[in-house]
């Protein structure tokens, strides 16, 4: 039996290879992600019980027990859309360029190129960010968590937070340039701890509050707008906040695939599952959140820093909530190691691409752990920097919404020209939607487009008024200025100006020296490459999957 299995690992990994090399790359990592550990860590990517007990107070404040459950399942509904055309383009492509790829491949040639660095930088910048961002929180549930364990003796600031995202930054540099059997062991042991978390959390918070917990009417429809925004309907849609947040970062898989066995039908099965986990997962904690948010003022108003450590403590008393706040840390530092891991490949298959400055490092991938270790350190090192944002009061909503807006650009541009100019030319995988691609894609372009307005606009309830808005923190793009700033007439913005001319002077440069995706395999190696896959077999996956 173990001979079996020893063969046919064998033959996936030249049916793999064979297709990586048709699309124009040579294989340099080792293939130890299995399908049940590529489905772990495309979940843990998304670390459930952390990011909605960090994301909480999104929902709470801005339409209360209404934002808690309606809230999460709208956006889950679009973002299956989303899910559902990027597996089916992943599943064509899989490689570790994954979204960049898929633009310059579909889009029409004489803009290839330029559509597809705007697509890199869009999804680097959003992973950058998303990473910086998980340690951020984490860092903010290790603060509130003292505070809880010292009565509230001990309150934390800015500086010794600052500290302790820098010392879990630095706990993520050793651990993410690991081998990758060493990455998706790791991911399928904390999947499981996820999901039990998770589960038990939920259940305990409608069981324990017994008699005193809210009506099942007002837990699913009561609405609370505590955001300072006028229109409830407009502060019901900023509730979708959490669920956006929370639900990003699937595309890891793809970016992966190179580690991945049979990766044409794994990659495509993980981003869905991922995505289809955590958002009943999440829907189900929330629920139980709902059921024990029983005074909201009490929660907008608490002393610590993320209201959702509140309601563990009123539900569990001090020992309880300690013991759950601590895997909820522990599931969101596993959370940051797989999006550390996910953002240097993105950062390796753009320096392969010769699309970093510097590419020469970042593209280097080390002889003993078969992984790219100087990306790791850069992406970590980028983050660093970011993490110096945790001194602005509006801090979360900024990353947040950066992140969000940054990673959905880099999502609807490729499902875009899938469904339009490289709909003929293209040839799907083993995992494909038929009919159904182009009206999914269309839905999927239309909620990313509409997610990435939304979240440009501040969630904070402090910030009330065009006054207030001129202080919010959208520092990440020239168009996240514009957007947010010309409803309150501040075009004339002198810094918004420069930031849009630097922008429009990079796009403009890249267009002459960007060349789209660059091959680093010889046209000998791929007919080698497809030769050993076929043998013995009368057709190639190749064939079947090629572009």
């Known amino acids: 039996m173990s001979e079996r299995i020893l063969q046919r690992k064998a033959e996936n990994q030249l049916h793999d290879d064979a297709l990586l090399a048709s699309l124009g790359y040579k294989s340099e990592f080792k293939r130890d992600f299995s399908t049940l550990q590529t489905v772990a860590y495309a979940f843990s990517i998304m670390g459930v019980c952390g990011a909605v007990s960090t994301t909480y107070f999104f929902p709470l404040i801005a339409a209360g027990h209404l934002g808690l459950t309606i809230g999460w399942i709208i956006p889950s509904l679009f973002v299956l859309c989303v899910a559902l055309s990027l597996a089916e383009l992943t599943s064509a492509m899989p490689t570790s360029a994954g979204l960049y790829f898929f633009s310059a491949k579909l889009a029409p040639p004489k803009y290839a190129p330029l559509i597809s660095w705007i697509t890199g930088w869009s999804n680097l910048t959003g992973q950058v960010l998303l990473f910086c961002s998980v340690d951020f929180v984490a860092a903010d549930m290790i603060v509130t968590g003292i505070a809880v364990g ?207 400055p510097g590419s020469r490092l970042w593209k280097q991938v080390h002889p003993s752990t078969k992984t790219p270790v100087y990306a790791v350190w850069l992406v970590i090192s980028l983050s660093a920097i970011i993490a110096v944002l945790v001194w602005s009061d509006t801090a979360l909503s900024s990353l947040a919404g950066a992140t969000v807006v940054g990673l959905y650009v880099s999502y609807a541009i490729p499902i875009f020209f899938r469904i339009t100019s490289g709909h003929r030319t293209f040839k799907p995988g083993p995992f494909n939607l038929g009919r159904y691609s182009r009206p999914i894609g269309a839905i999927a372009v239309l909620w990313s487009l509409f997610a990435s307005v939304v979240l440009l606009f501040p969630l904070d309830p402090r910030i009330h008024s065009s006054k207030d808005m001129s202080n919010y923190d959208s520092l990440f793009s020239s168009t996240s200025e514009k957007l947010i700033k010309v409803p309150y007439r501040l075009r004339r913005c002198y810094h918004m100006r420069c930031a849009h001319a630097f922008g429009s002077i990079v796009v403009l440069s890249a267009r002459k020296w960007f060349k789209g995706p660059v091959p680093n395999i010889t046209p000998d190696e791929v007919v080698k490459s497809d030769s050993a896959s076929t043998e013995g077999d009368d057709e190639s996956p190749v064939e079947k999957s090629r572009i």
């Open 150 to 356: 010292s009565d509230g003796r001990v309150i934390l600031g800015p500086a010794p937070t600052f500290g302790i995202i820098l010392a879990l930054l630095f706990s993520h540099a050793i651990v993410c340039p690991s081998n990758s059997r060493t990455l998706a062991r790791l991911s399928l042991f904390t999947g499981v701890i996820n999901v039990a978390t998770t589960i038990s959390i939920a259940i305990a918070l409608i069981v324990v509050p017994g008699s005193e917990r809210t009506s099942a009417s007002d837990a699913f429809s009561l609405l609370t707008n505590n955001s300072g925004w006028d229109n409830n309907s407009w502060a019901f849609i900023l509730s979708f906040t959490s669920a956006m947040w929370a639900l990003t970062g699937y595309d890891a898989a793809a970016h992966i695939s190179e580690e991945t066995s049979s990766a044409a039908r794994t990659a495509p099965l993980a981003i869905l599952s991922g995505v289809i986990g955590v958002e009943v997962l999440g829907l189900l904690l929330l629920i139980g959140a709902s059921f024990a948010t029983i005074d909201i003022p009490h929660l907008v108003d608490t002393n610590l820093g993320m209201p959702m450590g509140q309601v563990y403590l009123d539900t569990f008393g001090k020992k309880g909530m300690l013991a759950v706040w601590s895997l909820c840390i522990f599931v969101l530092w596993v959370n940051g190691v797989s999006q550390g891991v996910d953002a240097s490949r993105v950062t390796f298959a753009l320096a392969r691409d010769n699309a970093l």
